[in-house]
């Protein structure tokens, strides 16, 4: 499966989430660093899931880069 990821870089870090898997998130120092940890992350989650008995969501999120002009 693929999910789509949302990587938000701020002032010191980087933060990213699942939309398809709420509660699903990581922080780290560089992009790189979060993307190994939402990774990891996605796994951890689905396994909970399952665990506890829980459907684990389908992807379903897309994503469209749209050009603005200014």
Request: aromatic share 6%; proline share 6%.
């Amino acid at each position: 499966m693929q999910y789509l990821v949302v990587i938000e870089q701020g002032s010191n870090s980087f933060g990213a989430y699942v939309p398809d898997l709420p509660g699903c998130v990581a922080v780290g120092e560089t992009r790189e660093e979060v993307t190994k940890l939402i990774h990891e992350a996605i796994e951890f989650h689905i396994e909970g899931l399952r665990a506890d008995g829980h459907r684990v969501p389908q992807p379903s999120s897309t994503s469209e880069l749209v050009e603005v002009h200014n």
